[in-house]
């Protein structure tokens, strides 16, 4: 039985094999509904826009119009009003 010589190839490149290149996933940040409350029914209405939950705090929002369909009135709000619905209650 003859030891297998392992030649010290240091001198060489080594290849690294590369792992296949996968799709890149799209971070899921969480996405929230921008919510307000009907100033005539006091309903939570949303506001058809949304807003990723980490930079929600960043974000402005001022002058922003939605047609409330509690009350069939258009509403003018900005961010002070508003809210992101929690989507964890079900
Ligand atoms: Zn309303």
Redesign the pocket.
């Known amino acids: 039985m003859s030891a297998r010589r392992i030649a010290a190839t240091s001198s060489e490149p080594s290849f690294v094999p590369v792992p296949p290149a996968l799709p890149n996933p799209v971070p899921t940040a969480p996405i929230a509904r921008i919510m307000i409350l009907?100033?005539?029914?006091n309903?939570p209405?949303p506001t058809g826009l949304e807003a990723e939950v980490a930079s929600w705090q960043d974000r402005s929002l001022s002058y922003n119009r939605v047609f409330?369909p509690?009350?069939?009135?258009t509403?003018y709000w900005n961010k002070g009003q508003a809210w992101l619905e929690n989507r964890q209650a079900s």
Do not use: L, M, V
Not at 38 to 41: D, E, G, K, L, R
Not at 70 to 73: A, G, I, P, R, T
């Open positions: 009907c100033p005539a029914t309903d209405i409330c509690s009350c069939k009135e509403h």
